[in-house]
């Protein structure tokens, strides 16, 4: 509709730019890129200096992601005229789009001679800034573009014209970029410091930075206690009073006899003083009887645990730990941060007494039991509150863990229980709002996990899943549960019920970076092509939007002033960029396209093309990769030894970067052999360097030779057995594509290509050793693909004793066999094209010669068994999906048996959901599983020759 209008519109006025623009925008939107682009430029080569066309087109630039054209427009605009400050402010936030930095503070001082307003001197002042921190060379940086700021700045100062707290930002942050850490207190402190008014705190804060960076522990000291003695509840400035205490204790610091001892005021030099201050603050909140404030509390903890770091035997002046921390359970633990509090100082304890504690801090929780034998309930929020804590400490400490059997199975019934009946003080929540119990849940959840760690067996996983699923009925909004749920339901192979999971998390902007890990891990991996299609066109969207939002970010910065955020966003842009999870998911996507088209719809030569992918080129910044996700996003109370560790996070990180080598490699092999495609007819070696093509093979080689290195590397660390905890990250399939044969039967295809090519260059007469190496070939591939099957068989889910056992690797390793299929059919196909004009010249020249007796090369009767050996096999493994389908629409599954548990009428009917759900999920599966084989093995026709 839109393009109509606009063409009605342009034959009554042919030159209005305006609607040859939004004509354009309407073909943009409507796909015909080409179309939109010729009729922009036609209009941009006008150089038009309306303000319309010039908006319209930036709109239209932007959609087609090209800002660096707008720079041109805006760059005419100013020429024809010259004196427009909207043109030049224009100009300015375009070539901010594009990161153009000199270009920026040139147009900024031009909108200044125009224009004399402060903003527009300092985006200058700024884009210099934004030169020294994008500079390379970090000389450069220190010596040119910031004291040529600090100079602007400072000519301004001497000119009274500092107008805005903004300014003073920027003068205070080239002052520290340059370690010119006195200047900078001495700007905080003095008359232009009395504009850092729009945060809390500001100047002290900076104050405090300036302190530190200049080792003036005295000054730091006594601001720091100033501020507590306002807010003794600031933590942060609790940390800046024990760093500079023991500084000063180190420094066997002296006050001098006469005069003041800092300038902030008074100063605590010795560990007396610093207790006698703590224990002051703690008699205030004593005082003050209810609304008491917990920093004063936890500063005196904090002060036993840094003496104990330090080897200092001063600690009794300050208390037992023990009862410190009984004392602030006893305040503060009917507060859900009672925990998180405690749990950094819980190493005080001594291990001996951790079940005395966990005892001690129980008795004071006020339970109460209707009958002798039942569970002691808590009877309010309070209570129910403190009994949550006192189970989070017991895990922390391990106590839950050194329980035997029978024990923790006792325990995870009263969790059950007392999950259940704290369900009574939530009857008012609101959908959207978390059950006061949840937690109860969880824990009970995280004790049946332990059981399943330790047993192997997979009962534990199911009732897992129905206590998750309970928990989500009454608490629809709670994160934990669905996030648990995602992992298990992963595990037992099901990734159907993950999708409406995930999507019900309604993860916004950055967590799909840090949390999409765990949709686009599993999703191809399961099988499940159209879901795995869909979660990564979801995340790219994010990724390649981020780099047009965090430009308008930055254009805002500059339009309010605030200077500080413009290099934060230009690192988290830059973060974004070198995300993992961006490079797995950009790579998962490419391969799963030529898994679902290449060869089917459309040609392998069209699909590499589309994609833009340039084998010879690796696009994936290796040493700048940034591991963005959040591991730790799972709640968690366990021990720290059994906790996610740093090393387990660089291990993950080891293990997903290789994964990713391996997998990009590939990617890149798949595109270098459709460099090769084109090849159709033999061709001596002087054709073959004249044509480029012997570039493409060369490619080729190169490729395997890392990807064998980089397999070997995998291979390695595989062979370290690194187990994470559950509750941490997913594995990589790297190990199951070891394991099941899959890489190693791609290595072996791309190894073949490289044998046909030498026999294409080199002809049929010369080659018969090399033919004998491709007829081994052959073989070889046939019967790899055969073991990669063998691993295929097998039952999806196996009842006996009532006991449900799942083997998600039968899934898992079709996944494999299907992505092998897929490669072996693309080298197949041509192997087929170079051997085919062989065979058809070998028949004319038979004609020719009209000779019946001569022999064919082995070769071609190789390939063609081969052929036949794919279609085959691929028709068995149809063969055998269909029976798995069979087995699972006639499997009932019972109630599965939890060894002494008795499952209730409620938790029966779960079960039976769950079981569905994981059932429903392996059809799926094996559904797009057989459907793309069926349309691999239609393409084995083709092969023919």
Avoid at 573 to 578: I, P, S, T, V, W
Wanted: proline share 3%; with cysteine.
């Amino acid at each position: 509709m839109a393009i109509q209008q606009a063409d009605k519109l342009l034959k009554k006025h042919k030159d209005l730019h305006c609607a040859k623009v939004l004509k354009a925008i309407g073909l943009q939107r409507t796909g015909k890129q080409d179309e939109a682009f010729s009729l922009a430029q036609e209009v941009a080569a006008l150089e038009p200096t309306d303000d319309n066309s010039l908006q319209a087109l930036t709109i239209l630039y932007r959609e087609m992601h090209r800002p660096e054209l707008v720079t041109k427009l805006y760059e005419a605009a100013v020429k024809k005229v010259p004196s427009s400050e909207e043109y030049h402010s224009h100009l300015f936030m375009a070539y901010a789009r594009v990161g153009e930095y000199k270009k920026m503070q040139q147009a900024g001082m031009a909108l200044y001679k125009i224009v004399p307003k402060n903003p527009y001197y300092f985006w200058s002042v700024m884009s210099l800034v934004m030169q020294s921190i994008s500079a390379r060379d970090e000389k450069l940086s220190q010596t040119m573009f910031l004291p040529l700021a600090e100079r602007m700045v400072e000519k301004m100062v001497k000119e009274d014209k500092i107008e805005a707290e903004a300014e003073v930002q920027l003068y205070y942050m080239i002052l520290e970029r340059l370690a010119k850490y006195q200047e900078a207190l001495y700007l905080v402190r003095g008359k232009l410091g009395e504009k850092l008014t729009s945060e809390l705190q500001s100047r002290e804060n900076k104050c405090m930075t300036m302190y530190k960076k200049l080792n003036k522990w005295l000054e730091c000291n006594a601001l720091s206690r100033k501020l507590l003695l306002k807010n003794p509840d600031d933590w942060q400035f609790y940390l800046s009073y024990f760093d500079s205490l023991f500084h000063l204790i180190d420094e066997e610091w002296i006050p001098p006899a006469e005069g003041h001892q800092s300038q902030e005021g008074k100063v605590d030099y010795s560990l007396e003083q610093a207790v006698k201050f703590v224990e002051e603050r703690i008699l205030n909140e004593e005082s003050k009887g209810s609304r008491q404030l917990r920093g004063p509390y936890l500063a005196k903890l904090e002060l036993i645990k840094r003496l104990r770091c330090r080897g200092m035997n001063d600690e009794h002046k300050l208390g037992e730990p023990e009862d410190l921390m009984f004392n602030y359970f006893q305040k503060f633990g009917d507060k859900p941060c009672c925990y998180t509090d405690l749990r950094v100082f819980v190493d005080l304890l001594s291990p001996d007494h951790h079940t005395k504690f966990v005892n001690r801090i129980l008795e004071t929780v006020p339970l109460s039991a209707s009958a002798e034998d039942d569970l002691a309930l808590p009877s309010d929020t309070k209570a129910l509150q403190r009994h949550l804590c006192v189970m989070q400490l017991s895990r922390l400490l391990g106590l839950q863990h050194n329980m035997d059997w029978n024990l923790k199975l006792l325990l995870i019934r009263e969790l059950k229980a007392r999950y259940r009946h704290g369900l009574v003080f939530g009857k008012s929540c609101l959908k959207t709002e978390l059950q006061l119990s949840d937690n109860y849940c969880l824990h009970a959840v995280h004790m049946v996990l332990d059981i399943w760690n330790e047993t192997g067996e997979e009962w534990p996983l199911w009732q897992c899943l129905c206590l998750l699923e309970e928990g989500l009925t009454h608490s629809p909004s709670n994160a934990q549960f669905k996030l648990l749920l995602i992992r298990i339901y992963c595990l037992l192979g099901a990734f159907e019920p993950v999708v409406d999971l995930y999507s019900s998390l309604d993860a916004k902007h950055v967590q799909h970076d840090t949390i999409g890990y765990l949709l686009t891990r599993y999703a191809k991996s399961l099988g499940q092509y159209a879901a795995a299609s869909q979660s990564c066109n979801f995340t790219l969207r994010f990724f390649h939007s981020n780099q047009k939002d965090t430009s308008e970010y930055i254009i805002q910065a500059y339009k309010y002033g605030a200077f500080e955020k413009i290099p934060e966003f230009i690192a988290f842009r830059n973060r974004l960029n070198n995300s993992l999870h961006f490079a797995q998911v950009r790579v998962e996507r490419m391969l799963l396209d030529l898994l679902l088209e290449a060869n089917i719809s459309t040609s392998l030569e069209e699909n590499i093309k589309s994609m833009n992918l340039n084998p010879e080129e690796d696009d994936i910044p290796w040493n700048e990769l940034r591991d963005n996700r959040d591991l730790t996003i799972l709640l968690n109370w366990d021990p720290k030894e059994r906790q996610l560790s740093e090393e387990h996070k660089r291990l993950s990180m080891e293990e997903e970067t290789g994964w990713l080598l391996i997998r990009s490699l590939t990617l890149r092999l798949v595109g270098s052999l459709s460099m090769l495609s084109h090849t159709v007819e033999p061709k001596n070696s002087e054709k073959t360097t004249e044509n480029g093509v012997s570039s493409g093979i060369d490619t080729m080689r190169l490729l395997l030779r890392k990807l064998e290195a980089a397999m070997e590397s995998g291979k390695q660390f595989i062979e370290r057995n690194i187990e994470y905890p559950f509750l941490g990250p997913p594995p990589t399939p790297m190990a199951g594509a070891f394991s099941s044969g899959s890489c190693q039967c791609q290595v072996s295809c791309f190894n073949l290509v490289s044998n046909i090519y030498d026999m294409d260059v080199n002809g049929l007469e010369v080659t018969s050793e090399v033919q004998e190496r491709i007829g081994n070939s052959f073989k070889s591939l046939l019967e790899q693909l055969k073991d990669l099957f063998r691993k295929c068989k097998g039952e999806l889910i196996d009842l006996k004793d009532n006991q449900c056992k799942t083997s998600p690797v039968i899934i898992e390793n079709l996944v494999f066999f299907v992505e092998t299929i897929c490669i072996v059919l693309w080298v197949s196909d041509y192997c087929g094209k170079i051997l085919r004009p062989f065979k058809s010249n070998l028949q004319k020249k038979k004609k020719k010669k009209k000779e019946t007796n001569t022999t064919m090369p082995p070769v071609f009767t190789s390939y063609q068994e081969y052929v036949m050996g794919l279609q085959t096999l691929l028709s068995e493994v149809l063969d055998h999906i269909k029976r798995l389908e069979v087995t699972l629409t006639t499997l009932k599954l019972e109630e599965l048996s939890l060894e002494d548990t008795v499952l209730s009428e409620e938790e029966k009917k779960l079960s039976k959901i769950v079981q569905g759900r994981v059932l429903g999920s392996y059809q799926r599966s094996l559904q797009e599983i057989g459907e793309l084989l069926k349309k691999r093995l239609d393409t084995v026709k083709n092969l023919k020759i």
